[in-house]
Every structure is written in C-alpha cells, then in structure tokens.
C-alpha cells in the first residue's frame, strides 16, 4: 500500500501531502502541550474537538468571505486545507486582559480593553515566540507594510465574526492568536486564515459563572480539557447536545 508524504510535524498537528497540487490534509493530534512543550500530554478526543470547531469556524469566516485555507472535512481527525507559504508571525487579538498581556502590563486578567488589540509574535519556538513591533517585521522582511495593513483588518474581521458567534452561545472571546498564509493567483498574492481556529488558540470564558473553556484549563490544572471543549462544541452545535466525552475505540468481541 503506498504511504502518504509526511509534509510536517508539529506540537498538535501533522501536514501530509494532498490530493492535487496545491493542497495539504491536515491531521489533529490529541497531544496538548503548553509553555513551549515544557508541560506535555495526550487528551483523548482533543484533535476530533478541534477538527470539528476550525471546521466549523473557517466555514463560517469563508461564507462571510473572509478567506482561509479550509476546503473540507475529511473525516474525524483530517481536513483538507490549501497549501500556504506562512507567515512567520503569530497574530494575536485581544478583546479582554489575560495570559500574557495582563503579566506584561500588570492589569487585571479579565478587564475589558478600550478597543481590540493586535499584537504580532516572531514564530520561533527556540526563543518562545516573542512579541514583536511592526518595525521589526517590515525591518527583518517577515511581512511588508501592506501585508501589515491586510494582516490587521483580517485579524479584526476574524475577531468581529468569532465574538459574534460565541457571545450567541453566552461565552466571551478574551483573545485569540491565528496564522496567517500566503496564497498565489496568478501574479497576486492574497493573505488567508491558515493553521487552526479551535479552544487551543483562543480564550473562552463562560459569560455567566467566568468558566474557562479553553487551553487554560490545561495550562492551568483547572480540570478536564476534552470536557471543556466538548462543552464549546456542544453549545455552538457542532457536536449532539447529548455527547460528553467522544467515545474511544472499543473492542467488539
Ligand atoms: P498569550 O500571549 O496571553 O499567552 O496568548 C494570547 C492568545 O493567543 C491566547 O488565546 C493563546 O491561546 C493564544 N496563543 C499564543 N501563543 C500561542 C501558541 O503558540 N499556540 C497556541 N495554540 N495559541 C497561542
């Protein structure tokens, strides 16, 4: 039987060859892992959760037309995505002082902000992905002032959408951190959502009880992490209303 291309491997995702040039299938672990892999663990039914949510995520934003490089589901743990030349930054928007921000400047975590924030991290895993200015990418030739600007409007495009949509099923959006790709048609080049959109890379908080339905709940020790994704999923449709923990395989004797 013929082996398929390993394209990638990263902390929570694995990038195999696609069917037609151009094309990825992206494949969710159930590996969760935080402070730069310092914490590690395997969370049963986490990569099926987040399949599910960028799934359902990415076709929102692209019926609304705000590209990213979705195309389908594939099955519970896949998805075929378009091949992207990343950017090599993290961009980060934030609606709610937390993690990182609320260290930083020593605010509160859970105070709103004056307006939604952009910030941009070098990807770099050796040096933990610092937080860098603008200057710095136009300087080091990450990303032009145009790209910048695009960057920008698409991050708060993605964020408007995805505040939206959560603040129907009574969760807050406090932040989240996408990846942005380059595609080519033709002789434009044209910026997309890449990577994921899922619990792993976003803070959600429960509007009513400040319940945290995110990757914190890992980070932090706070509980059961597929619980709390499945609680996510749960209420924005995605999964049954009755479904707790996705079953695992067993033997039928
Ligand atoms: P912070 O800078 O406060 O640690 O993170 C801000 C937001 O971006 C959070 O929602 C966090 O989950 C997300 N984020 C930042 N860096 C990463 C990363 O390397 N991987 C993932 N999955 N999310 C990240």
Known sequence: MARRK???EGKAKILYEG???GTLVQYFKDDAT????EKKDVIDGKGVLNNRLSEFFMTGLNQLGVPTHFMKRLNMRE???RAVEVVPLEVIVRNYAAGTLAKRLGLEEGTMLPRPIVEFCYKDDSLGDPLVAEE???AFGWASQQDLDDMVALALRVNDFMTGVLYGVGIRLADFK???GRVWDGDFQRLIVADEISPDSC????IETGRKLDKDVFRRDLGDLADAYT??????GVLPSNATHLPKPTLIN
């Open 6 to 8: 390993k394209v990638y």
């Open 19 to 21: 069917p037609e040039p």
């Open 34 to 37: 935080a402070f730069n892999a």
């Open 79 to 81: 998805q075929l995505i």
């Open 136 to 138: 710095h990418i136009i």
């Open 178 to 180: 996408i990846e942005i």
């Open 203 to 206: 803070r959600l908080w429960d």
């Open 231 to 236: 609680e996510v999923a749960r209420r924005l």
